[in-house]
Structure formats: structure tokens, C-alpha cells
């Protein structure tokens, strides 16, 4: 082994990211191939010169492959086990689209610190850290303030704004902030009309940590007043795809206490990388249903289920079934738009065709 051999693995060894076990056997393999000629390079060039940019791949190659893995993102970590497991694809989408913003703001004794976004434009992850008094306890606080908002055309229309977060524990409890994921979801009627490429400007407002288990008729009890939010920039990608389900129904409960089965004709249903949208139309007076939310399969066979987050009617007098119903749901990892071979609700299973 010679001098640059030696000095390239110091390089690699001195990365901040732990390189795969199998580095040095692919180092000596490919040290081998340049020096027996088996791996073609050029003639003119130094062979130092082709060594090093042959080694600066092979770790380059590791480095990627280990980016994939989540070993650097605390929302893939949550991902994964959320949903049960994600291709490699998703977790490269995850990693790709993930925001490392480690931003910290500090009010009332209490640090937050963002450490990652995550969103499509419609539902975010965040991934923060909380330095917290010792006589708060961190599986029962929330924020009394917490939403999203982003600068782009079309955000004021949304509808409501529902949010979920989720204290992190720790298999090995060590000293230092406790994690949470906040999971937001924003319910609009409006497609927002996002920039290509980029990132978009946001905020997030995080305001008065309370209790989230102690409710009065005040609120809920307040632990740490103070305010929180950040602003920053976030890549989102807000492509969608739609497909026309006219011809289609489906059954599902309107009572609220027992069961009335209704019929729900399907309009459309448009997905986004983190979620999708049902349309559909009953009788003049039934309204929104209980129906199944759908389990979109891939073209490799794997499914990705979408859990419902909430549905409404949208109240018409003047549409023939008096106006159109919606069902909202949400994906725990990212959806393949190009992927997507077919859509099944319960025992009904529909081709994916969508729209040019």
C-alpha cells in the first residue's frame, strides 16, 4: 500500500458520515482493477490522477448510499417505523426533499430547536428538539399555537388545518433535549400553485407549551408561555395527478349511531406525493360517507395504504345531488406518482389512468 493509497482512506475515515463495513474490501478491489489494468482508463492521464478520481467515486457511492439509509434523518427514522417499512426509492425522495435546518430558538427557559422539515405543500413533517425544565414532563405537552404557513399564492384559502405531535422515545434514554414529530395536515379545497424548484417560504408558529391531557374551561393548562416560530425555506414538491372515476361507486355508513348504508357515485381522485384527494356525489341529502380510504399499488407490486384524515360536503343547492362530498387522507412515506399501477377501495380495484 502506497502513500496516496494510505492518504485517501485517512480522507474517508476523517468523514463526518461512518462509511459502510464493506468500504476497505471495495477499495482493495478497485486499487487492484486500475493497477492490473482490468478497469479501463486512459493512457494520456497520470494513474495517480486516475486513482483518485476512481477512489473520490467509490466513496462518494458509499456516502450516497448511506444518505439513503435515514441514518441522518430523524423524519425517515420516523417514517419507517410508522408505516412499516419503505423502499429505497421513497427513503432516497425523503432525504432528497428533507430541509436539515437545526434552527433554535429559546423563550421562557424552554429551547426549540427545528431540526428538519419535510412537505409537499399540503402535509409537512417536523422534527424538533425540546430543552425542557426538569419538572416538565414531555409526554404530556403540545403547542396552545402550532400551524404552518407557507408564502405562496392560494395558501389563504384553505379550509382548516389539522396537526398531530408525537413525543419520540428513546430505546436508550441518554441526557439531552427530548425529540418530538409534528405531523401537520392542511385541508384546502384549492390546489396551491407551487414555484418549480426551489424552496418555499415558511413559518412555523409554535406558541405557550401546555398540557395536552388537561383541558378546562379556560384551555388547556399552560407549562411555558413563550413563542417559538421560525421561519425558513422548505423544498416542496407540489406535483399532483388526477384521474376521472366517473362509473365507479362505492358503499359506505352515513349514521352516525348504527348503520344506513348509502351508495357514493366517484368523481375524481388526485393524488400528491404525501397525500390524495376523493371526490365523489350521493343522494340530495346524504352528504360525506364512511368510506374505505384507497391502498394505491405500485408496479413493483407494493402497496403504499393511505389513512383518512377527515372528508366533508360541500353544500350546493343548485347541483343535482346537492352538492359534492370529499374524503382527505395522508401517506406515511412518499408516493410514487409515476409508480402508481392501480388504486383499490376494499374489494374494488381500479386501473390508475390518470389524466394527460
Not at 52 to 68: C, D, F, G, K, M
Not at 177 to 196: A, G, K, N, Q, W
Request: proline share 7%; glycine share 10%.
Amino acid at each position: 500500500m502506497d502513500e496516496l493509497d494510505l492518504r485517501l482512506r485517512e480522507l474517508a475515515r476523517r468523514e463526518t458520515l461512518p462509511l459502510p463495513a464493506a468500504y476497505e474490501e471495495e477499495f482493495d478491489q478497485l486499487c487492484e482493477e486500475i493497477r492490473s489494468g482490468a478497469l479501463d482508463r486512459p493512457r494520456r492521464p497520470p494513474y495517480r490522477r486516475t486513482l483518485l478520481l476512481a477512489a473520490a467515486v467509490a466513496v462518494v457511492l458509499s456516502v450516497s448510499a448511506l444518505a439513503a439509509s435515514g441514518a441522518l434523518s430523524g423524519i425517515l427514522d420516523y417514517l419507517r417505523s410508522w408505516s412499516g417499512g419503505l423502499t429505497a426509492e421513497q427513503e432516497t425522495v425523503i432525504q432528497e426533499d428533507t430541509a436539515v435546518l437545526g434552527r433554535s430558538v429559546t423563550d421562557g427557559g424552554v429551547t426549540v430547536t427545528l431540526e428538519e422539515a419535510y412537505g409537499d405543500g399540503n402535509h409537512f413533517f417536523f422534527y424538533l428538539t425540546l430543552d425542557l425544565p426538569e419538572d416538565i414532563d414531555p409526554e404530556i405537552v403540545t403547542f396552545d399555537t402550532l400551524k404552518v404557513e407557507m408564502d405562496v399564492e392560494g395558501w389563504e384559502n384553505y379550509s382548516s388545518t389539522s396537526t398531530n405531535l408525537n413525543w419520540l422515545e428513546e430505546e436508550s434514554p441518554a441526557e439531552g433535549p427530548e425529540r418530538f414529530l409534528l405531523r401537520i395536515e392542511r385541508d384546502t379545497h384549492d390546489p396551491l400553485s407551487l414555484p418549480m424548484g426551489g424552496a418555499v417560504p415558511c413559518t412555523l408558529y409554535l406558541e405557550d407549551l401546555v398540557d395536552a391531557t388537561s383541558y378546562g374551561p379556560n384551555g388547556a393548562e399552560i407549562l411555558a408561555p413563550g413563542n417559538w416560530s421560525m421561519t425558513f425555506d422548505l423544498p416542496c414538491d407540489g406535483s399532483s395527478v388526477t384521474m376521472n372515476l366517473e362509473g365507479y361507486t362505492l358503499e359506505g355508513n352515513i349514521a352516525l349511531d348504527g348503520e344506513l348504508i348509502q351508495t357514493a357515485e366517484l368523481l375524481t381522485l388526485t393524488l400528491r406525493p404525501l397525500g390524495a384527494r376523493l371526490w365523489y356525489v350521493t343522494g340530495p341529502l346524504a352528504g360525506a360517507l364512511d368510506i374505505p380510504a384507497p391502498t394505491l399499488i405500485l408496479e413493483d407490486g407494493s402497496e403504499i395504504s393511505l389513512r383518512p384524515e377527515g372528508g366533508g360536503h360541500i353544500y350546493d343547492p343548485s347541483h343535482p345531488h346537492g352538492g359534492e362530498s370529499y374524503l382527505s387522507c395522508g401517506s406515511d412515506g412518499p408516493i410514487l406518482l409515476d409508480q402508481v399501477a392501480a388504486v383499490r377501495f376494499g374489494d374494488l380495484t381500479i386501473p390508475w389512468e390518470p389524466e394527460p
